[in-house]
T-cell receptor
Framework: KQEVTQIPAALSVPEGENLVLNCSFTDSAIYNLQWFRQDPGKGLTSLLL?????REQTSGRLNASLDKSSGRSTLYIAASQPGDSATYLCAVRGNNDMRFGAGTRLTVKP | NAGVMQNPRHLVRRRGQEARLRCSPM?????VYWYRQLPEEGLKFMVYLQKENIIDESGMPKERFSAEFPKEGPSILRIQQVVRGDSAAYFC???????????FGPGTRLTVT
């Protein structure tokens, strides 16, 4: 059974800092991995999708990497801004479902 | 192209009543997924449906919960005889055939009093 873990559970950084969020999963037989952002009281916003055959994806200040063999993904956020404050979720897609981590709650202080 | 729509956004039910949550997928999407987010917990998969078919319901509680995605109209997640533990945010996502990417709706927050 796939288990997804995100570390740390919460992170607070000053504005402008580069940061890395970690996601690990136990079963490397995945189709893809997706990073989401969740703002309080809102739905999920998809940030980056990495197919199992890919090693990384980039969008603006975000870069996500995938190492399937070791069961790890990282989300790198460059030059963080207060508007980046949110909960970041990683989700791993298996055969028919997606398994989510519990999320990392990020606070970027002005 | 409107995104995934869910209604109602907020739903309050008393214990023992029925809750019906609706999800309209994005235009052209034939796959729908339902997830539940309990307070202080991550999202958990419930059920995966295609038009008129349940593909995977391994995350659905065995009793009181059911889901459908008819040929016409939205997908419905139905919870009978709700209990306080059903209070959660319920998210729906959709994807087109042949794609792995899921697009999420804003969620329905169910409160059972």
């Amino acid at each position: 059974k796939q288990e997804v873990t995100q570390i740390p559970a919460a992170l607070s950084v000053p504005e402008g800092e580069n940061l890395v969020l970690n996601c690990s999963f136990t079963d490397s037989a995945i189709y893809n991995l997706q990073w989401f952002r969740q703002d309080p009281g809102k739905g999920l916003t998809s940030l980056l999708l990495i197919q199992s055959s890919q090693r990384e994806q980039t969008s603006g200040r975000l870069n996500a990497s995938l190492d399937k063999s070791s069961g790890r993904s990282t989300l790198y956020i460059a030059a963080s801004q207060p508007g980046d404050s949110a909960t970041y979720l990683c989700a791993v897609r298996g055969n028919n479902d997606m398994r989510f981590g519990a999320g990392t709650r990020l606070t970027v202080k002005p | 192209n409107a995104g995934v729509m869910q209604n109602p956004r907020h739903l309050v039910r008393r214990r023992g009543q029925e809750a019906r949550l609706r999800c309209s997928p994005m235009k052209g999407h034939s796959h729908v997924y339902w997830y539940r987010q309990l307070p202080e917990e991550g999202l958990k998969f419930m059920v995966y449906l295609q038009k008129e078919n349940i593909i995977d319901e391994s995350g659905m509680p065995k009793e009181r919960f059911s889901a459908e995605f008819p040929k016409e109209g939205p997908s419905i997640l139905r919870i009978q005889q709700v209990v306080r533990g059903d209070s959660a945010a319920y998210f729906c996502a959709s994807s087109p055939s042949g794609s792995n990417e899921q697009y999420f709706g804003p969620g329905t927050r169910l409160t059972v009093t």
